[in-house]
């Protein structure tokens, strides 16, 4: 069976500073994708980054980041220098290539203090 | 070009009765697909639809949940007998289908937040 873990329901962070959203993931097929959304208070959800499974380079989408250790199974994303604006509901998601369904994770809130 | 929308984007309605929520796609999106939030919560999954494929119904909590997908574009989900349980914010996501290496996200609509009194 496959599953999303993300154990940090909640986590701060000073405005600039870097901040690491952990998540882990579970399944036994090879070929897979990893995606993170943001989704703040006004509910929309946002993509921000993806990271297929056969990738060799960790991906990189502007101040995003994603820290790809396919061994630990795991996908943490790195915000660096926080804003305000980051401040939202963050969700780790997994989709097996050869099924196109998504597994979410419960999500962490961030909170960047200024 | 127009995203991913659903109507309506609230809904309150009495316990035992039925509502629809309905999800339109975007414009060749072969993948559809329905979440529930409840508040505070993460996605659950509810029902995924893949072209002209029988849906993936795993997600659905009981035999009171059910959706259709009409010529591969819009999809109604139908709540019968409501109860306030299902109060949450139902949210429909597209993709295209996978495939060449490509990645294809879920492109979110706005959400229907169900309110069951």
């Known amino acids: 069976a496959q599953k999303i873990t993300q154990t940090q329901p909640g986590m701060f962070v000073q405005e600039k500073e870097a901040v690491t959203l952990d998540c882990t993931y579970d399944?036994?097929?090879?070929?897979?994708?990893l995606f993170w959304y943001k989704q703040p208070s006004s509910g929309e959800m946002i993509f921000l980054i993806y990271?297929?499974?056969?990738?060799?380079q960790n991906a990189t989408e502007g101040r995003y980041s994603l820290n790809f250790q396919k061994a630990r199974k795991s996908a943490n994303l790195v915000i660096s220098a926080s804003q305000l604006g980051d401040s939202a509901m963050y969700f780790c998601a997994m989709r097996l290539n050869n099924f196109n369904k998504f597994y979410f994770g419960s999500g962490t809130k961030l909170n960047v203090k200024p | 070009g127009a995203g991913v929308s659903q109507s309506p984007s609230n809904k309150v309605t009495e316990k035992g009765k039925d509502v629809e929520l309905r999800c339109d796609p975007i414009?060749?999106?072969?993948?559809l697909y329905w979440y529930r939030q409840s508040l505070g919560q993460g996605l659950e999954f509810l029902i995924y639809?893949?072209?002209?494929?029988?849906?993936?119904k795993s997600g659905l909590p009981s035999d009171r949940f059910s959706a259709e997908r009409t010529g591969g574009s819009v999809s109604t989900l139908t709540i019968q007998r409501t109860q306030q349980e299902d109060s949450a914010v139902y949210l429909c996501?597209?993709?295209?289908?996978?495939?060449?290496?490509?990645?294809?996200?879920?492109?979110f609509g706005p959400g229907t937040r169900l309110t069951v009194l």
């Open positions: 990271q297929g499974s056969y990738d060799q």
């Open positions: 996501a597209s993709s295209l289908a996978h495939g060449g290496g490509v990645y294809n996200e879920q492109f």
């Open positions: 414009s060749g999106h072969t993948a």
């Open positions: 639809f893949q072209g002209n494929s029988a849906p993936d």
């Open positions: 399944t036994s097929d090879p070929s897979y994708g």
